[in-house]
């Protein structure tokens, strides 16, 4: 038994010890393929080899299997039919009766009859080719390593002389030169927006008159022109809220009332805005997406002008208009000719600056006392997204206040409820304001105060 | 009160040679059918009853009418038939008149009343009969009227069935199957088992066998049987081919896809009460996976349940057991 020990903790040490030489051999190569000098290596090498010789062996011999172990390995090698392990186990058994005296014996003279060294013979482990195959690759690499240096620093010498590799890699270097040249070009163009700013900003002292006073198509234009410097804030912010982030000083600016100009104010003014508040530390990247989307801002306006002329925009929606624009002209027109003639709205929000509606045209909940314009003023997009929220209004129950008219569009479209959200003086709810509300839950409060009046 | 578990070496060593007796006598009335001789007489010594299943005339009658003589034992034979009742089994109370004309009621013991009892097409009677069995073939008693009957000592049952002509019969139900220790397949001869078997039974020859082992040897080879010492790998791999058997314990596993129910713990009594004989009549003193292996098929294929799926695909309890004992060995 402890010949057949010896030969399996000397078999596991063996095993152990060839995965420790196998992993520092291969650490070996690497370092001589990179390092100038494998004195130092080799050395360490043959340390940690040793080192792992001596840590396997105190391994192997605190995880040795015990005698029973022992004794299953025999029997299972020298079919034996279990003999000695039941031996083994019942040997501790003080007072054994005439079955185990004559089990012991039996197994005893069977066991003088097995060969240790036959059954277990030292034998180099099965993987034991990976530890030849290392060891003639590290000589191939020292017999290199003496005669040219070390492998991979020389290779990569090799490599940035070759013609071919040049040759190989040079468009993707040109493309490389290109695209920095053209990221160098957007930065300019960055520098000189930064600087029309500014000069604009030195030009237009910024006194800005009270809100909640607006007069005549000023104060529609500034409406129409804050609204897209909201939505040109949610381009660029990604959905950040306008109404909070929408300085009221830049509104007075945009005074020419056309939707391009307001949409090209807009996005000036949100760069003078962060540049105001401290925010302006921009970097290359941001100012070259700022540029980008200024540019992408120009050109959906213009295209948004030519589609969307006042001559075209005040006829109604017929059953040809489709998707988002007929929505959105439908939502600002409020083309329902019998609406008007009912007169829910605009006898409470009274009439200041409205043109005169045509009838079957111009009638709908925008005119009247809202700040809604005449549909060049506002866009289209701007126009869904109000409806949108009346819509998600309604899904939560909520049915909208009393005053408020529905547009039927054309067969086959959407009813899309018209809501006004542009501030409002409205008449006082139990003493309470409405313009010290937020627009957005301006309907709410006027709605809860109505029920709990009830 | 409790007997010494000191065996003394003759009687140990008797044992095999004793059952090479039996062997020599049987053979000669019997040709071949080692393994079924071999089975039939390790149930014997430990303790248990056997269900011999073959086609007619293979000798399975033969077989153990040739053993009740072999071991001077009280034979007794029943012919199952669909119209047998429990009292012609059991036994019946009689009125039975005395010399001075008084009438008593007497208890008139059956067939089983003996030490081999030899139950022919047991499957062929209804399933109230062969429950009848099932308190003589566990606890070795009968009761009648409120009054047990023990029956005496070595009762052993060897039953035979049919597999063939299924129609009239009655398929002994799980409890009854349980009861048996191991369920021997009785094969076809080879060819020159014929040639033997046609010489010995179409000669004049009478063929003479002698009495070798008596009932108080059985008992006292029975006793000397449990005290074979089982080493704890030996009895942790009984437990795992039974665990192996039931569906419910690994998914994934042949078991869980072929078998309905699996072993119960006399599956895993037997394993253990069988080899330790066969150790015994290997010329060891120790039991072996080996013997486990032996006797795996015998000792189970009447334990386990095969679900639909099993006899759709064909499958037959050996199988099973041979693929759950190989992933049973490799682990």
Not at chain 1, 247 to 254: E, R, T
Not at chain 1, 262 to 279: F, I, M, V
Request: aromatic share 4%; hydrophobic share 40%; glycine share 8%.
């Amino acid at each position: 038994m402890r010949e057949v020990r010896k030969r399996v903790v000397a078999n596991r040490w063996l095993g152990l010890w060839v995965v420790c030489c196998n992993c520092t051999i291969a650490v070996l190569l690497i370092a001589v393929m990179l390092m100038r000098s494998i004195r130092g290596p080799l050395i360490a090498a043959l340390a940690v080899v040793t080192l792992a010789a001596i840590a396997t062996a105190i391994a192997a011999w605190y995880t040795k299997p015990s005698a029973y172990g022992l004794a299953q390995r025999l029997d299972h090698e020298s079919h034996l039919g279990d003999r000695i392990s039941t031996a083994v186990y019942f040997w501790t058994v003080a007072k054994p009766d005439e079955l185990l005296r004559r089990q012991r014996a039996d197994a005893l003279a069977h066991l003088a009859k097995v060969q240790p060294r036959e059954l277990f013979p030292l034998q180099a482990p099965p993987k034991m080719w990976r530890t030849g195959a290392l060891l003639v690759a590290l000589a191939a690499l020292c017999a290199f390593h003496s005669v040219y240096g070390p492998a991979i620093p020389r290779l990569a010498e090799k490599a940035a002389r070759s013609r071919t590799l040049a040759t190989l890699f040079s468009p993707m270097t040109r493309a490389i030169e290109f695209a920095r040249a053209e990221k160098k070009g957007l930065a300019d163009l960055v520098a000189g927006n930064d600087h029309d700013r500014q000069a604009s900003e030195t030009q237009k002292p910024g006194q800005l008159p009270p809100t909640g006073q607006p007069t005549g198509s000023a104060q529609a234009t500034a409406n129409a022109a804050k609204l897209d410097m909201s939505q040109a804030q949610q381009m660029a912010n990604a959905g950040t809220p306008s109404e909070g982030q929408a300085p009221s000083g830049a509104v007075p600016n945009q005074q020419a009332g056309t939707p391009a100009n307001a949409q090209n104010a807009s996005a000036t003014d949100q760069q003078a805005t962060q540049s105001a508040t401290g925010q302006g530390q921009q970097s290359l990247g941001q100012k070259a997406l700022q540029a980008l989307e200024n540019l992408m801002s120009s050109a959906l306006s213009g295209q948004q002008n030519s589609g969307q002329s006042p001559s075209t925009a005040s006829q109604p929606p017929n059953a040809g208009t489709t998707s988002m624009q007929a929505m959105a002209g439908s939502s600002q027109i409020a083309s329902v000719p019998n609406q008007a003639a009912q007169g829910q709205t605009s006898n409470s929000q009274g009439s200041q600056n409205q043109t005169t509606p045509t009838p079957g045209k111009h009638t709908g909940a925008g005119n009247g006392t809202s700040p809604w314009q005449p549909r060049d003023a506002i866009d289209p997009q701007l126009a869904g997204n109000v409806a949108k929220q009346h819509v998600a209004l309604q899904s939560t129950g909520y049915r909208g206040p009393p005053g408020k008219e529905r547009s039927d569009v054309a067969p086959g479209t959407a009813q899309i409820p018209l809501q006004d959200l542009s501030p409002q003086r409205v008449t006082t709810v139990n003493g309470a304001g409405q313009d010290s509300v937020p627009p957005r839950y301006r309907q709410y409060v006027q709605n809860y105060f109505q029920h709990s009046g009830k | 009160m409790k007997k010494p578990a000191i065996s003394t070496v003759p009687e140990i060593e008797s044992v095999a040679e004793t059952v090479a007796l039996v062997r020599a006598e049987i053979s000669k009335a019997i040709v071949g059918q080692n393994e079924v001789v071999e089975g039939v007489l390790i149930a014997i010594l430990a303790g248990g009853h056997v269900l011999l299943e073959g086609v007619p005339g293979l000798g399975k009658t033969m077989l153990v009418r040739t053993l009740a003589q072999t071991l001077a034992l009280k034979y007794s034979r029943i012919q199952f038939t669909p119209d047998l009742m429990p009292a012609d089994v059991i036994g019946t109370t009689v009125i039975h008149e005395n010399g001075d004309g008084a009438k008593t009621l007497r208890f008139q013991p059956g067939p089983l009343f003996s030490n081999l009892l030899l139950a022919d097409e047991i499957n062929r009677t209804t399933p109230k009969t062969q429950s009848a069995l099932l308190e003589a073939m566990q606890e070795k008693q009968v009761t009648v009227g409120g009054v047990t009957h023990l029956l005496d000592e070595p009762f052993l049952v060897i039953a035979t069935q049919n597999p063939l002509e299924m129609e009239g019969t009655y398929p002994l139900p799980e409890a009854q199957l349980d009861r048996f220790l191991f369920k021997l397949r009785v094969p076809f001869p080879q060819r020159s088992e014929l040639h033997d078997i046609l010489d010995r039974t179409t000669q004049k020859a009478e063929v003479s066998v002698n009495a070798v082992l008596t009932g108080p040897q059985i008992m006292e080879m029975r006793r000397i049987v449990r005290s074979v010492p089982v080493a704890p790998h030996v009895q942790d791999y009984v437990v795992q081919i039974v665990m192996a058997t039931h569906p419910e314990t690994e998914a994934n596993s042949v078991a869980a896809k072929y078998i309905r129910y699996g072993s119960s713990p006399r599956g895993a009594q037997t394993l253990m009460l069988g080899g330790k004989v066969r150790a015994l009549l290997e010329g060891r003193y120790n039991v072996s996976i080996d013997d486990i292996q032996a006797l795996l098929l015998s000792s189970l294929r009447h334990r386990i349940i095969l679900n639909f799926e099993a006899h759709a695909d064909g499958r037959t309890p050996d199988d099973l057991l041979e693929e759950i004992a190989a992933k049973v060995q490799k682990k």
